[in-house]
């Protein structure tokens, strides 16, 4: 008979990988600082958040491969909110974590062809293939978004809208998080929905280094 301690040993080594504890990641806060970062933007220029302090950002992950981000590109959704944002003085910075050979990589050359043929009213289009500032924000899906205020709080974090859905009917009748948040921060007040669930496809995050 086997000694009982061996069973429980070989019954721990037979466990699935997905049963251990993964690593702790510090995830950010609402209403405390939103992670410093730097990130190279389409064009090769280092940009920081640091950068757009004394202004309102919106974080935008996106992927040109997922059908989420579709609904929202192809019918001009997103470019409409960009380009309302941007207008009132609002800084929007769409962030790319797909790791080369991932869907929805691009480099510089690709990231500026993109955001011309979308017609993309973001401020910039910042180039993450690494995952340090996806990781940094927990960022989960694409889209997920972010609105951090002029004093670089994060307040809002989530979904853009109550639908998850890919399918571009889904829209109509849909409540947009991020248009709420930018209006609630506009008129000095805390933002009502502060946290909402993402959804769309995962970030394509490489190997962490």
């Not at 466990?15 to 990130?39: K, Y």
């Not at 990589?105 to 690709?110: I, V």
Request: aromatic share 8%; charged share 20%; hydrophobic share 45%.
């Amino acid at each position: 008979m086997f000694d009982r301690r061996v069973l429980i040993l070989a019954a721990a080594l037979a466990a699935p990988a997905f049963a251990a504890p993964s690593l702790a990641r510090a995830a950010p806060v609402l209403g405390q600082a939103a992670p410093a970062f730097t990130a190279v933007d389409a064009s090769g220029k280092a940009r920081s958040l640091a950068d757009f302090r004394g202004r309102t950002v919106v974080l935008e992950w996106t992927n040109n491969g997922c059908p989420y981000v579709q609904k929202h590109y192809n019918s001009g959704n997103m470019q409409g909110l960009q380009k309302q944002a941007t207008a009132e003085g609002v800084v929007w910075l769409t962030i790319i974590s797909s790791a080369p050979g991932m869907q929805g990589y691009l480099d510089g050359a690709g990231a500026k062809a993109w955001k011309a043929k979308a017609g993309a009213g973001s401020t910039d289009v910042l180039l993450d293939p690494k995952g340090v500032v996806g990781r940094a924000y927990d960022a989960k899906t694409t889209p997920h978004m972010y609105v951090v205020d002029k004093a670089g709080k994060l307040v809002y974090m989530g979904g853009i809208d109550d639908r998850a859905s890919s399918d571009p009917s889904s829209l109509k009748g849909a409540t947009n998080y991020v248009t709420a948040a930018l209006a609630d921060v506009k008129a000095g007040r805390a933002v009502a929905q502060a946290a909402t669930r993402p959804y769309g496809c995962s970030v394509k995050y490489g190997s962490a280094d």
